[in-house]
């Protein structure tokens, strides 16, 4: 644009000197006093054309300066906007992480109180071993493996497996069963039946049950973040329910944290809900009241009373498909459950449904399994036909482990006699 410009200037400028020499010619001055005029017509010119040039030059470079200036002004408005955002973020973060704080000390609260209470129940029974009235390698086989539990729980090696719950005939994952699963010293599985029997003699179950749900409430909250709409069925055992000393703390940290009520079950087995008393009655309450939800599994007896499932605001009942399928019989030309022969077996399910109870086939390892289920008008099933429990992976478990080093210096300061 400029070069045309000086080009435009300097045609027009020529013109001009032409225009005044022609007419100094013209006039009688002949071709010297036109030859003078031109030159001096043309010096003129290039004399007008640079001081316009500089000023046309002033004029750009005061545009530029312009620019700039609006520019840094721009940069200096985001950079104010960045400054304020930063701010924000901190404040956020700073509040986050207070709030993470607050959460995490009430959980450490809880298992300390757990591990000591755990640390003193296997003294006891590491001291009565020896009035059992077992031989003496049943005695030392018992405190060797109560031990490796012990060492197990100190050192956090704790595993969470989680089982597909899918919808019928959809196979869509909509909850999932959660699992524990210890390791000895040298990373071995331990499989339930190696240490179940003695555990559950020793009153140990109940401290691993409660282990699992600290993880489970924080695989529900990894969930949440990703939008994953699934529930978690978590093992709680009775004796949690009615101890004095871990429930009102407990209670205290879902109360905190009853967002997630939708998505995490507890579950008990039929036995236990059995043997409930007026105390685990009443915690019972206060979940529900929370909006947690409750699972019935290890149904062994199909004669329920549903009208008290309905108080205790147990909503699913598990029943294996072995057990569903040996209940049916034939009355008078139409299948029925032999605990219920006044319906139709295919009416099992909407029956369950009328007290808020849905059920849950489980143990499904076939085919032809999912098609006398779906006979039934079941709704959900779960079993290795479907998937098999599957442990969470490592870098996603310790985000669900307590502090490093915790469980083991929290066992040593309280059970520093072993």
């Excluded at 989680?162 to 990373?187: A, K, M, N, W």
């Excluded at 949690?240 to 109360?255: I, K, M, V, W, Y």
């Excluded at 085919?367 to 479907?386: K, P, S, T």
Aim: hydrophobic share 45%; glycine share 8%.
């Amino acid at each position: 644009m400029r070069k045309i410009t000086v080009a435009l200037l300097s045609a027009a400028y020529l013109c001009l000197a032409l225009t005044g020499a022609l007419l100094l010619w013209r006039s009688g001055g002949g071709w010297g006093a036109g030859v003078a005029g031109l030159m001096g017509g043309l010096g003129l010119a290039f004399a007008l054309h640079n001081l316009v040039e500089r000023n046309i030059e002033r004029a750009r470079l005061d545009s530029d300066i312009g620019a700039v200036r609006e520019a840094h002004l721009i940069i200096v408005d985001q950079i104010e906007q960045m400054q304020i955002r930063l701010n924000t973020l901190t404040e956020t973060v700073h509040d986050d992480v207070e709030r993470r704080s607050e959460e995490l000390t009430g959980e450490m609260r809880m298992l300390e109180d757990l591990v000591q209470r755990m640390s003193e129940t296997l003294e006891e029974r590491l001291k009565a071993a020896g009035g059992m009235g077992l031989s003496p390698h049943q005695e030392h086989q018992t405190a060797a493996l109560l031990d490796t539990v012990r060492q197990a729980l100190a050192d956090n090696r704790v595993d969470l497996y989680l089982q597909p719950v899918v919808s019928l005939p959809q196979r869509r994952t909509v909850f999932y069963e959660s699992f524990s699963r210890l390791r000895d010293e040298t990373g071995r599985i331990m499989m339930p039946a190696e240490y179940l029997q003695v555990t559950e003699r020793e009153g140990l179950v109940s401290a691993i049950d409660n282990l699992l749900l600290f993880r489970c409430v924080q695989i529900v909250r990894r969930l949440a973040k990703q939008d994953r709409k699934v529930g978690i069925f978590c093992n709680i055992a009775l004796g949690s329910l009615g101890d004095e000393t871990f429930f009102p703390q407990f209670l205290e940290f879902l109360s905190e944290n009853k967002d997630m009520s939708g998505a995490l079950i507890f579950e008990l087995g039929q036995a236990a809900f059995k043997q409930r008393g007026s105390v685990e009655a009443r915690n019972m309450a206060k979940l529900a009241d929370l909006g947690f939800r409750f699972s019935l599994d290890k149904v062994t007896d199909l004669e329920l009373d549903f009208q008290d499932l309905a108080r205790a605001d147990v909503k699913f009942l598990k029943i294996g498909a072995d057990l569903l399928l040996a209940q049916l019989l034939d009355v008078e030309g139409r299948q029925a459950l032999k605990s219920l022969r006044d319906i139709q077996a295919s009416d099992f399910a909407g029956f369950t449904r009328r007290y808020g109870v849905e059920v849950i086939a489980e143990k499904v390892e076939t085919e032809r399994q999912v098609v006398d289920v779906l006979e039934l008008d079941i709704g959900y099933g779960q079993g290795h036909l479907f998937g098999e429990p599957r442990a969470i992976k490592e870098q996603v478990l310790a985000e669900a482990d307590p502090p490093a080093d915790f469980m083991r210096s929290t066992m040593r300061r309280r059970a520093s006699g072993w």
